[in-house]
């Protein structure tokens, strides 16, 4: 008994043209799916030429055609040309099987015979396994659509295919590769289906195709998008990859602005941070430079032997004053302690320190005076005149005389 084969409506044989896709041991994608058809389809050639082009059934599935399809490429989106021994590595993410039909064995409990077989006259199918770990992440993350890469011979034949006008035929239709997509153009039956296991719905299948002269297919859906500042109509798919892009470029705008703000920002806390540098360095180098002067004056031997010779001075006023000095006392309060005991009727308190050198200077001409007169006493024999070097008055007298000669500069 022979095989009946009975066509039924498009979704029914769609349906059961392709089976899901299921993992294998290895991880691969594996089953069966539609991946072209027969129809009439729109294509824009590269100098803007808009043609219907008519894939009629005895072209589709044509068994010189249909071989072709066997054991191709599968890739991941469609290359530049076609797939070839020399980038077949680079491109290939699977491969389609031998297994192509446009009819399929009717399945055990439908309530059909063994032997029967249903067709819908318009897709074909083929086994396909997909083995590469990025492609088959974009399958499960929804690009499932596909499209077949080829060549024809074009008919210059015009008419009306089911209602659908057509401008020419495509013949010899000769498949190079099958290509992983994003969008379908070519109708919802055909699909590809994954398991419950990867708990991911079937989406249709596109159709797109190519041809020896490098056809672009145009889908039904289409878009207006500007481009420079020139509205050009666009396939549905192309408008939404252009609307990705542009997302992608404004949100680099966006962190290129963001970036470029913390870069001034930074720019302007380094030139704080040098000014106060350079402050810093300022008062550095002036505390140095005093330090040197310091160093210098500490180290001017004429300077040290005058302050050691003023200090033996006012030690040696001190010794002839009478003045007991103690090792904790400075040169200011020896001072005033031989005026003290020379002229203790001086009031220092407030006075500054020139006044302290003139009256020290009256008091240690005074010590000088005294032993003068008692140098001049011990070698006489009477003390005439003692009275008057040891009178107050005189002695006082005699120191307002000295510092009005010291203020104007005559000999002291």
Known sequence: MGTTVKRFDTLDASRWLATPFTRTAEGFLTGRAIVTSIGVFTYKYSDGTVLRELRLPEEVFAPESLETMKLKPVTNEHPDGFV?????????VGSLGSNVTTTTQFREGSGWTDSEKITDGIHVAIDMTINRADAIDDVLNGRRALSMGYTCEIEESAGVYMGVEYDCIQRKIRYNHCAIVDAARAGDMAQIHLDSADAILSVSVQNQTTNKDHKEQEGSMKKTVRIDGVDVEVDDSVASHIASQNKRIDEAENKKRDLEKEIDELKK???????????????????NAELEKARADAMDEKKIDAVVQERLAVLDAADKAGVKVTADMKMDGIKRAVIASVFPSVKLDGKN?????ACFDSAKAE??????AVNRTVGSDTLSGSADNYDSTAARQRMIEYNVRRSRGEEA
């Open 84 to 92: 070839t021994p020399e980038n077949q590595k680079e491109l290939q």
């Open 269 to 287: 806390s380094v030139s704080k941070l040098e000014a106060e540098r350079d402050a810093e360095k300022s008062k550095a180098d002036s505390a």
């Open 353 to 357: 320190d020139d006044y302290v050198s």
């Open 367 to 372: 010590l000088e005076k005294r032993g003068d």
